[in-house]
C-alpha cells in the first residue's frame, strides 16, 4: 500500500513542478501548490506505511509493536504532523484564499438521492472551519510534544 501511495503522490507532484505536463483546466484556478501540497499528503501517507514494514509490522492494537525502533515511531510522529499542515494548507487556501470557488452537496440514502448547488459563502465557512480545527489541533499538539520534551529534559538533568 505504501508503494501505491507514494505512486500515486507523484503524479501530481511530478505535474505541480512541471516535470509532467498537464492541461489547465479551465474551470480550476488552483496555483500550482495546491497539487504538490496534495501530492505531498499521499506520499507523506506512503511513507508512514512503508515505515510500518521496516519496523517488523503492526501489532494486534494496530499500532506500531513495542520493539519498533525510536527513529521508526519520531519518523511516523514528523510524517503525521506533515500530512496534517498540508491538509490544512490546502482547506486553508479553499476557505481564505483568493478567487471564486464552486461547490456542491449531495445526499444519497436508500430510495433518495439530492443534490444542490453551494453557494461561494457556504462552501468558504465549511472550509474555514475546517481549517481552523485542523490549524488548532496541530497547535495544540506541537504544544503537548513541546511540554513532554521540556518535562523529559528537566528530569534527564535533575537524575
Do not use: Y
Not at 487556501?93 to 433518495?112: D, N, Q, T, Y
Not at 488548532?136 to 506541537?142: D, E, H, K, R, Y
Amino acid at each position: 500500500m505504501g508503494v501505491m501511495f507514494i505512486a500515486c503522490a507523484l503524479v501530481p507532484v511530478l505535474a505541480g513542478v512541471g516535470i509532467l505536463p498537464v492541461r489547465q483546466s479551465t474551470h480550476s484556478d488552483a496555483p500550482v501548490w495546491i497539487a504538490v501540497s496534495i501530492g505531498l499528503a499521499f506520499l507523506f501517507a506512503g511513507a508512514v506505511l512503508l515505515s510500518d514494514a521496516v519496523a517488523g509490522g503492526l501489532g494486534p492494537d494496530g499500532q506500531l509493536r513495542a520493539d519498533a525502533p525510536r527513529w521508526i515511531k519520531r519518523f511516523q510522529s514528523v510524517m503525521g504532523l506533515a500530512i496534517a499542515v498540508t491538509l490544512a494548507t490546502i482547506t486553508s487556501w479553499v476557505a481564505f484564499g483568493p478567487g471564486e470557488r464552486h461547490f456542491s452537496a449531495s445526499v444519497s440514502l436508500p430510495f433518495i438521492a439530492a443534490s444542490k448547488g453551494g453557494g461561494d459563502t457556504a462552501g468558504r465557512w465549511a472550509f474555514g472551519f475546517g481549517a481552523v480545527l485542523i490549524w488548532t489541533l496541530i497547535a495544540v499538539t506541537l504544544v503537548g510534544a513541546a511540554r513532554k520534551a521540556i518535562a523529559k529534559h528537566a528530569n534527564d538533568r535533575d537524575g
